[in-house]
Antibody, heavy 121, light 109 residues
Framework: QVQLVQSGAEVKKPGASVKVSCKAS????????ISWVRQAPGQGLEWMGW????????NYAQKLQGRVTVTTDTSRSTAYMEVRSLRSDDTAVYYC??????????????WGQGTQVTVSS | EIVMTQSPATLSVSPGERVTLSCRAS??????LAWYQQKPGQAPRLLIY???ARATGVPARFSGSGSGTEFTLTISSLQSEDFAVYYC???????????FGQGTRLEIK
């Protein structure tokens, strides 16, 4: 069965960086893409970025461009999302999700369990 | 950026009722529209993609319709497990970006 297992909760100080991992299993990793979505406390869903595990193409939300990097390690079937220069409003649950398409962001049919990232001095 | 607007923000309904949720896009999506359900403390779950196709394992009481800029999600007879927040999401290929609506919360009346 398809599973996405994310790394554990993080507490960071403002200005620091955080890197969250997402290990995929139960499917051929390079046939799909991974998107990252975050949810601030009590708020809705915000798409952050996307990477094709097929060809390495990436795409980012304009608001986060320059502060976020998504990567994959296909040998480990794992995706990573790094956010730099953290601010208090980056406090959120961060989700990875499998994208049904490999070549362009589309819809997300399987999700990780979420990783809580707290930014606090 | 394409703006997605969902209405209403909150809907109070009774089990067994039929409910329709709306989602409007600021520009045409053709049929590049998905719906998700999220329960407290859980990740979202894909319900509908391509505006009207049910994802694997989604009960037939969930149906999606619409095209262009106006879309609806209908739940034909609400079950207790359907009380949750519902989000629409656009995935038009150009510009290649994703946006979600702000969500509609279904509450028990």
């Amino acid at each position: 069965q398809v599973q996405l297992v994310q790394s554990g909760a993080e507490v960071k100080k403002p200005g620091a960086s955080v890197k969250v991992s997402c290990k995929a299993s139960g499917y051929t990793f390079t046939n799909y893409a991974i998107s990252w979505v975050r949810q601030a406390p009590g708020q809705g869903l915000e798409w952050m970025g996307w990477i094709s595990a097929y060809n390495g193409d990436t795409n980012y939300a304009q608001k986060l461009q320059g502060r976020v990097t998504v990567t994959t390690d296909t040998s480990r079937s794992t995706a990573y999302m790094e956010v730099r220069s953290l601010r208090s409003d980056d406090t959120a649950v961060y989700y990875c999700a499998r994208d049904r398409a490999a070549v362009s962001p589309s819809v997300f049919d399987f999700w990780g369990q979420g990783t809580q990232v707290t930014v606090s001095s | 950026e394409i703006v997605m607007t969902q209405s209403p923000a909150t809907l109070s309904v009774s089990p067994g009722e039929r409910v329709t949720l709306s989602c409007r896009a600021s520009q045409s999506l053709t049929s590049k529209l998905a719906w998700y359900q999220q329960k407290p403390g859980q990740a979202p779950r894909l319900l509908i993609y391509g505006a009207s196709a049910r994802a694997t394992g989604v009960p037939a009481r969930f149906s999606g319709s619409g095209s262009g800029t106006e879309f609806t999600l209908t739940i034909s007879s609400l079950q207790s497990e359907d009380f949750a927040v519902y989000y629409c999401q656009q995935y038009i290929n150009w510009p290649p970006t994703i946006t979600f609506g702000q969500g509609t919360r279904l509450e028990i009346k």
